[in-house]
């Protein structure tokens, strides 16, 4: 089902937890969507697992990203390990509807015009 690594974050745990908190879903909430326990959806978060591919495209689906994005081979959230990151997801997960969307829209036209 999945891989034990070293207890270090990675960065694919890393974008795991952004695009799950985008999401405004909890690890529980993500585990009984995927059939896993939500400590499986800790430790892919934390670098201790990695999901298989099955998993990835069920996660693809529920978080609306594509697995490219799931991984960082295309648009990466910023500096996640920026310490104002937890911050700047939890104001916009307090928004909902059309205010969030307008907010999430900002920060990706934002992030796209200083990656060029």
């Known amino acids: 089902m999945f891989e034990y ?64 994005e799931l991984v960082g081979n295309t648009y990466v959230p910023g500096k996640v390990e920026d310490p104002h990151f937890d911050q700047l997801v939890k104001l916009v997960n307090s928004y909902s509807g059309k205010q969030r969307d307008v907010m999430i829209d900002l920060a990706m036209a934002v992030m796209r015009k200083t990656n060029k």
């Open 5 to 68: 690594h070293n207890g270090m974050e990675n960065e694919l745990g890393k974008l795991l937890r952004f695009y799950r908190t985008r999401k405004n879903l909890t690890q529980s909430e993500v585990g009984n969507e995927l059939d896993v326990a939500s400590y499986v959806i800790s430790d892919y978060e934390r670098g201790r697992a990695q999901p298989s591919v099955e998993t990835l495209i069920k996660m693809s689906r529920l978080y609306e990203a594509s697995i490219d």
